[in-house]
């Protein structure tokens, strides 16, 4: 697995990443988040909240080529 989609909240989604070490992973934007995953050695290392369409942009895509390219 590479990525996961979870509902979350009636408005929102979690993609779930699997990107590896928080610490090589670049991006700043502030919508990736460490899960804590590394540590616990977990797949899904990274996630972030979508609650609409038009969140979903260029950046994001890119995190889930990188993770799909990983995988």
């Known amino acids: ?9 009636k408005t929102r989604i979690d993609l779930g990443l699997s990107l590896g070490d928080p610490k ?3 991006g700043g934007d502030k919508r990736l988040l460490a899960t804590g ?3 616990k050695k977990d797949r899904i290392t990274h996630r972030i909240e979508v609650r609409s369409v038009e969140e979903i942009d260029e950046e994001l895509v890119g995190w ?6 990983r995988g």
């Open 1 to 9: 697995m590479v990525a996961q989609i979870k509902p979350t909240t």
């Open 24 to 26: 090589l992973v670049r």
């Open 37 to 39: 995953g590394f540590e």
């Open 64 to 69: 889930m080529r990188g993770a799909y390219e």
